[in-house]
């Protein structure tokens, strides 16, 4: 059996297993990535850096420490900046552009219908502040039972640990969990989490790179 859901010409079906419904943010729940590509540009500029725009869904789901190793290893900028100063700048420069962050519709949707129904968790790479500013701003705090963010655990996706908080959180069973992600990392986490995944990119506006 399957529960059904359409909203705007997208038709959804929960099969009867899922118990607990699981949400990336970025990409997913919202259409942050032109901001995350701005303000990752103007702070790898300040210091002297051009940022690998090729390279941004490469780095999709990764924390933004791990981004900043990431972007400091391929230019050989070691001297220059640590990973922290770097992360840190970024997350100054996005924090200046959360205005810009719009909902992913269609996925919005989804969390009203079964607001109530299900219990729902937010599982995302990023810091809880920034985590909690978007949602705030978008009004879209209060539809989460569980919010874990990249300060919550110690392996970040493709590890499952980000998700299995979520089950544990919810007291759910990682195999009673559907999750709804956008990028390859998040794929992998469902799947070392044991738990099934929609992949919500056919819903996404394209963003030019």
């Known amino acids: 059996?399957?529960?059904q859901h359409q909203k705007d010409n997208?038709?959804?079906?929960?099969?009867?297993?899922a118990k607990a419904l699981i949400f990336d943010l970025d990409g997913t729940l919202v259409d942050s990535n032109p901001a995350h590509l701005e303000a990752w540009t103007r702070a790898c500029r300040k210091f002297g850096i051009e940022y690998p725009r090729d390279k941004f869904y490469f780095f999709a789901g990764l924390p933004s420490t791990k981004i900043a190793e990431e972007i400091i290893r391929i230019y050989h900028k070691e001297d220059?900046?640590?990973?922290?100063?770097?992360?840190?700048?970024?997350?100054?420069?996005f924090d200046h552009l959360q205005n810009t962050i719009k909902p992913v519709l269609p996925v919005?949707?989804?969390i009203s219908y079964y607001f109530g129904k299900l219990p729902l968790a937010l599982g995302t790479?990023?810091?809880?502040?920034?985590?909690?500013?978007?949602l705030d701003h978008l009004d879209l705090r209060q539809y989460f039972d569980i919010i874990v963010t990249a300060d919550d655990v110690c392996?970040?996706?493709?590890?499952?640990?980000?998700?299995?908080?979520?089950?544990r959180l919810l007291h759910v069973k990682p195999e009673?969990?559907?999750?709804f992600e956008d990028a390859e990392r998040g794929f992998h986490a469902a799947k070392n989490a044991g738990m099934q995944f929609i992949d919500v990119r056919p819903w996404l506006p394209p963003m030019q790179l």
């Open 125 to 134: 790479g990023r810091r809880r502040s920034s985590t909690l500013a978007t």
């Open 176 to 179: 009673e969990c559907m999750v």
């Open 80 to 93: 220059t900046v640590s990973p922290i100063v770097l992360a840190d700048r970024k997350e100054y420069e």
């Open 1 to 3: 059996m399957s529960r």
């Open 108 to 110: 919005l949707s989804i």
């Open 10 to 17: 997208i038709v959804f079906r929960i099969d009867s297993f």
């Open 155 to 167: 392996r970040h996706k493709p590890k499952p640990d980000t998700f299995l908080e979520c089950a």
